[in-house]
């Protein structure tokens, strides 16, 4: 299970705009730097973050090597209906990570 | 969760007494930060250390060992009883006989009391416990304890810190008494006070202990680091908590 | 093209990695756009002019939609002018996300200007950039 720290609200009014926060510990080794030996670290990154809410497609990102170790990404969404908030993160070496919130929309 | 709850009570006051900057002239590492590594820090849903900080949250309710305690079994909730107690290690422990810094205390538990094996210096087991307890501290102020037996190991410190060594012949002093707030290589030379251990470093992409960043700076300096369990490193922290005192603690922090 | 087969040689041989060029950037860019014109506007790009380390660049980027059905940010592009590769990461918008923002943390190789291009749903391309000092830590430990 990765270490997964989401920040979303547990309530909601129905049409509010809240601020969604996922942050993953991840290496993001970025296939650039060198080793002890001298030899290229291989690249290790999540490359893949997509987040649902009640299976619709709410955000989408593509990382490249360019984003920063335990990456962080914060976006908007629009409160529409009570339900569940799902994250995927995805990368090198078959890595997949979920994680899930509940909120209620009044 | 409920570290996150008292966090963010904490939140507001210690970004208060933060904003205060200390009346003797002493700054933390954190008022030579830019605005925005300072709002990263501050962002409890965004702090990178936070993860590690979870990680411990989990770390304290298992079970460990042959005698299958976990830290909750003996320590309950830790927001009671681990309050204050990362700011006040290094300490003389009379159960091993020795000074020990937190990490050094969290493994006198695991050996001791949990009869587990003892969790590898700068490991993630060790460092997100490290981080969790260091957290229950947040806002507290540095208060090394009055012991005796501690005096010998701070004078050592002092001396170490006040040294010159290394290719470069420089000592602790030189860039952090000396020369603190003026630049080397681009970077601001913090004062050098350990306020934030175990400190999440953007250098090293990593939490890390102050033992950590001790050794990085002997190997910066050109000099040769010592051995991990050589009594140096407690020396110096000792020294440097001593020199700290009564400001107040920010762990885990960040810093670049 | 001898330029490209020098620095996929230098790769190999030296232990730093190769540098982007503009000229990478600006066909990381043209992937993305063709030929459609860069309109100026629209996208405010927030990162601290001065970073203290490379490794965690905090960044915002906001773009000005009324993220209606009819006019609203499909799409946003960011990129870098120094780091080994050009791309930083692509991200996809709907009207579900009521705004454009996206809040987070870069890594930067060298002082650099950081390009970020918002794709409106009119199939219009808005950009800004900043440029960004970058310093490192004087004191670098060793790996082991």
Known sequence: ?106 | MRAFASAAVLLAVFTGSLALAQSDGRRSGYQDMGPALQKMQDDDTANPAMLFVQAGATAWSEKAGAAGKSCADCHGDPAVSMKGVAARYPAFSREAGRPVDLEGRINLCRTNHQQAPALASESDGLLALSAYVALQSRGQPIAPPNDVQLAVLRAQGAEIYKRRQGQLNLSCANCHDDNPAKKLAGATIPQGHPTGYPIYRLEWQALGSLKRRLRNCVVGMRAEAWPYDATEYLALESYLMERARGMAMDAPALRP | MLRRSFLAGAITVLPFAAQATPEALAAAIKEVTGDAPLHEGKVALDIPPLVENGNAVPMTVKVDSPMTADDHVKAIHVFNEKNPQPHVFNAWLSPANGQARIVTRIKLADTQKVVAIAETSKGEFWAAHADVIVTIAACIEDIT
Request: aromatic fraction near 8%.
């Open chain 1, 1 to 106: 299970m990765a270490n997964v720290l989401v920040n979303a609200p547990k309530t909601a009014k129905k049409g509010q705009v809240v601020e969604i926060k996922a942050l993953i510990m991840h290496v993001m080794e970025t296939g650039f730097r060198p080793g002890t030996n001298g030899r290229i670290i291989p690249r290790n990154i999540i490359e893949d973050f997509t987040a649902t809410w009640n299976g619709r497609e709410i955000f989408r990102m593509k990382m490249s090597p360019a984003i920063a170790a335990n990456p962080f990404v914060s976006f908007s969404a629009i409160a529409t209906e009570s339900g569940t908030i799902a994250f995927r993160w995805g990368g090198d070496e078959g890595f997949v990570a979920e994680h899930q919130v509940a909120i209620t929309v009044t």
